[in-house]
Nanobody, 125 residues
Framework: QVQVVESGGGLAQTGGSLRLSCAAS????????MAWFRQAPGKDREFVAA????????DYADAVKGRFTISKVNAENTVSLQMNNLKPEDTAVYYC??????????????????WGQGTQVTVSS
C-alpha cells in the first residue's frame, strides 16, 4: 500500500516563504508523477503544481506561477514545494498526491491515486 506523507507548512507573513515536503513509500517504483493541491475553507480542492517523474516536466496553476517551485528527488521518492512571496489567498490545507496513471498534464483529483493527510499553510496579512 502506497503512503504519501507531507511535512512542513505553518504560519508565514505576506511576502514570506515556506517549504513543503512530501515522501511516498511502499510500491513507489511505478510512480509517474506527484503533485500538490490545496483546499481553502469552503472551497473545492484545487491544483497547485505537478512534476512528471521520468521527464523534466513541471506544471503550475496560474495563481502560483512564478512564486512556487516544485522539485523532486526521484531516488528518494520525495517532492517539495518552495513557496515564495506568499499571499493571504494562499492560506489552505495543502495535499500531496501521487499517481501511476501516466497522464500529462495531470491537474484534476481524478488524475491521482494516492493522497496525503494534508498540512496547513496560513499566511497572515
Amino acid at each position: 500500500q502506497v503512503q504519501v506523507v507531507e511535512s512542513g507548512g505553518g504560519l508565514a507573513q505576506t511576502g514570506g516563504s515556506l517549504r513543503l515536503s512530501c515522501a511516498a513509500s511502499g510500491g513507489t517504483s511505478s510512480i509517474s508523477g506527484m503533485a500538490w493541491f490545496r483546499q481553502a475553507p469552503g472551497k473545492d480542492r484545487e491544483f497547485v503544481a505537478a512534476a512528471m517523474w521520468r521527464a523534466p516536466l513541471t506544471d503550475y496553476a496560474d495563481a502560483v506561477k512564478g512564486r512556487f517551485t516544485i522539485s523532486k528527488v526521484n531516488a528518494e521518492n520525495t517532492v517539495s514545494l518552495q513557496m515564495n512571496n506568499l499571499k493571504p489567498e494562499d492560506t489552505a490545507v495543502y495535499y500531496c498526491a501521487a499517481t501511476y496513471l501516466g497522464r500529462w498534464p495531470a491537474r484534476t483529483r481524478n488524475d491521482y491515486d494516492y493522497w496525503g493527510q494534508g498540512t496547513q499553510v496560513t499566511v497572515s496579512s
